[in-house]
């Protein structure tokens, strides 16, 4: 177990200030952050059925002859058992009963589309597979009644076809109009088609298929249509539909026009949508999307097709396919292919005319983790949360705000923009493990509105109220500003609005004397910085201003959106008037905290006096990270801290990481699946690599991908530098790992 670091140790030197020294807290009321600076989408997102609990859903689908939904739930960790929950009744009276479980994780259902007479479900799965004796992604025929009450008959189960995968496995079913079963076949594993699939018409994985459910020929469940377009290709699998795929998430039939769209989750740098036609061929492993991915691997048969609509990662990181909107609520959808990103939260619809894209937009910004999209009976869409069950679109009650400051000098945040002087009730703090950006110097300040209060955690992240607005600004050596001038490049603003988190970012001019708002897209820049190992020669460095989507992306739901405002970050000693403070005595001392441990916006003043937090135990007992620079510390305990506050926020459960571990400071080295772990994504060339090999640096991927800038890249956004003294650190701590460290 990690030590208890304490940040007092007996006979200190100093005077240490308690929280009932500090001063009265000054209200903050000048805060123009409000509002939102661009024009806001048509749409948010409400929920439904709240009442009801729905685990893990990935999945949603109206159950034939009923008004009832389907929704597939799993237990987490993206594996079985997975279930489907029959879900009866409004949104106000809801309930769910299981109507399927199966030892798989379920990833999409399809009903036969003559349902009414034969009463055929189809289960898109993935789970061990007796036949090939390995995970393989598979595709099972239930039998379900038609008269109440309606039941899954589980012994019914059929095997229809499957296949080796374990990984990117795809699994999602949907009928055509022209009756055939069009399956998805992601590449099979988990990073760069370590198989190389994708362009592999001998295999299914990497593809999508079609088959006939209906008739069986040659010992198989199914037949092959005889239009399928590879049946006279020698050594092609001639299930295959189209393919260069790497994980198609959701698939789709467009109820009017025919057309079949998927999803794709993308690698590096793009996610795509795609129609998915007839014999043709997308890319994957050659291309990612429309651009050069691994250009020296054998291309199949057929030309690469650029995707119907692409993203770049500032705006999604794990797309997931929807639906062509065909309800009557919402005129300016219809007819449009509406679909989402899980770790972005966004919702975009396309207008598809043509052969091409004749419209597309921005449908709403939320903080779900969208895993999927449904049609309910009356041809409304409905959005899965991964986090916590359905929502429906509602018109966006948000508007522009022409007042919004597109200056930091317009904010309210400050007293001297030009000194960085914060406003008055604006408290500045400092965090223990600092996030690595790319050698920038930082300056934390949060502000809170009038009396509103922080609803302390012990662990995890704290709750904040509506008018919150947290900031940091980023310093470099500029050239030309002398040479030890520290200049000031970027401020950033973490602002909570209506129970949603939004990102701004800054970007100062060269005298220093403001900062001007950058536009949502994001921007790059190069930077040209004082090298002190070259003297006078100046470096040049790229750096990032994060688009509003991107700030989102580690902000996440999972990591409870802000970052450094936790205990373990804060818990910590600062200089206050001359005077070395506890800085959680001190914020209690402001009354920054919440006696109850939820956050208030109250503004108003009290009529009673408020009962005075304490907290849970002195803070000397408490946990703290530990900067990793500090070598006072022990190894272990600088390492952990370093991962907590550059890998936690995505590789924790639920996190936008999806590698099996999590780096969050506390569990036992062994608990957090970092030892001798296999890879679930490239393993770079190296042989007998693993995430961490005790004694063996060389082999750990875990430090190999964090030297690396580009693909492959640890952490994958907001630096463009290594971290040369993090990597040597963490080189020399797994150097010094006892090899049974894992047991």
């Known amino acids: 177990m990690l030590e208890l670091v304490v940040s007092i140790a007996l006979g200190l030197a100093f005077v240490c200030q308690t929280a009932a020294d500090s001063p009265a807290r000054t209200q903050w009321r000048e805060s123009r952050v409000v509002g939102f600076p661009d024009p806001p989408p048509p749409f948010q ?318 449908v709403a910004r939320t903080m779900l983790q969208i895993s999927g999209f449904g049609i309910d009976h009356q041809g409304e869409l409905l959005v899965v949360d991964h986090g916590s069950g359905l929502y429906r679109l509602v018109p966006n009650e948000l508007t522009q705000s022409q007042k919004f400051p597109r200056k930091l000098s317009e904010s309210g945040i400050f007293q001297s923009v030009e000194n960085h002087v914060v406003a008055e009730g604006i408290v500045p703090y400092e965090v223990n493990a600092p996030l690595w950006s790319d050698n920038a110097e930082k300056d934390r300040f949060i502000g809170l509105p009038g009396e509103a209060q922080i609803g302390f955690r012990l662990s995890g992240g704290w709750e904040f109220p509506d008018g919150t607005v947290i900031g940091k600004t980023f310093s470099l050596p500029l050239a030309g500003h002398g040479k030890d001038a520290v200049v000031r490049v970027e401020t950033r603003l973490l602002t909570r609005q209506a129970g949603q988190w939004y990102g701004y970012s800054y970007q100062w001019n060269a005298e220093q004397t403001d900062a001007v708002l950058v536009e949502a897209a994001g921007k790059s820049v190069d930077l040209s910085l004082v090298d002190e190992k070259n003297g006078a020669e100046p470096r040049m460095q790229p750096w990032s201003f994060p688009s509003r989507s991107e700030c989102m992306v580690c902000h996440s739901r999972a990591a409870n959106y802000v970052l450094g405002l936790s205990v373990l970050q804060t818990n910590r000693y600062v200089s206050l008037a001359g005077m070395r403070v506890s800085q959680l005595d001190h914020f209690a001392g402001l009354d920054l905290f919440q006696v109850d441990g939820s956050s208030t916006s109250t503004n108003s003043i009290p009529d009673v006096a408020r009962a005075k937090f304490e907290l849970p135990a002195p803070a000397s007992d408490l946990p703290r990270l530990v900067d990793a620079g500090d070598s006072s510390m022990s190894l272990e305990n600088r390492v952990r801290s370093y991962l907590h506050a550059n890998c936690a926020h995505c590789h924790v459960k639920e996190g936008g990481g999806n590698s099996r571990f999590s780096v969050a400071f506390g569990p036992d080295l062994s608990a957090t699946g970092l030892i001798n772990a296999q890879p679930t994504h490239d393993a770079f060339g190296i042989a007998a690599a693993s995430l961490i090999v005790p004694q063996n640096p060389e082999s750990s991927i875990l430090l190999h991908r964090m030297t690396l800038r580009g693909r492959g890249q640890m952490p994958p956004l907001a630096t463009g530098v290594v971290d040369r003294d993090a990597t040597k650190l963490i080189a020399d701590w797994i150097r010094a790992l006892d090899v049974s460290s894992d047991e």
């Open 45 to 362: 997102v409400e929920r439904v059925f709240a009442n009801v609990d729905l685990p893990k859903p990935l999945s949603v689908i109206a159950l034939p002859g009923t008004q009832d939904l389907l929704v597939t739930v799993h237990q987490g960790g993206y594996g079985g058992p997975g279930r489907l929950l029959r879900l009866t009744g409004d949104d106000l009276n809801a309930s769910a009963n299981e109507f399927l479980a199966i030892d798989e994780i379920i990833y999409g259902i399809a009903f036969h589309p003559d349902f009414a007479m034969n009463g055929y479900m189809y289960v898109g799965c993935n789970g061990h597979s007796d036949e090939l004796t390995k995970m393989a992604t598979r595709v099972l025929r239930f039998q379900v009644s038609r008269t109440e009450p309606i039941e899954c008959d589980v012994d019914s189960k059929t095997v229809i076809i499957e296949w080796e995968s374990n990984g990117h496995n795809g699994g999602d079913l949907v009928f055509g109009q022209d009756g055939m079963l069009y399956v998805s076949a992601g590449d099979g594993t988990s990073d760069s088609d370590a198989k190389l699939a994708g362009q592999d018409l001998s295999t299914i994985p990497g593809s999508m298929i079609r088959i006939d459910v209906d008739h069986k020929e040659d010992g198989r469940n199914y037949a092959i249509p005889s239009d399928n377009p590879f049946i006279e290709v020698h050594g092609a699998r001639p299930e295959i539909w189209a393919y260069g795929l790497r994980n198609p998430w959701r698939i789709s039939i467009d109820a009017k026009s025919g057309d079949l769209w998927a999803g794709i989750n993308g690698q590096d740098q793009w996610e795509t949508a795609q129609v998915v036609r007839r014999g043709e061929n997308y890319g994957w492993s050659i291309t990612e999307g429309s651009h050069p991915f691994n250009t020296n691997r054998q291309q199949g048969p057929t030309p690469i097709v650029p995707p119907t609509i692409e993203h770049p990662h500032s705006e999604a990181r794990s797309l997931t396919g929807g639906h062509v909107y065909y309800g009557s609520k919402y005129p300016s959808l219809y007819g449009h292919y509406v679909y989402g990103d899980y770790s972005t939260g966004l919702i975009w619809a396309a207008n598809y005319e043509n052969a091409k894209i004749a419209s597309h937009f921005l």
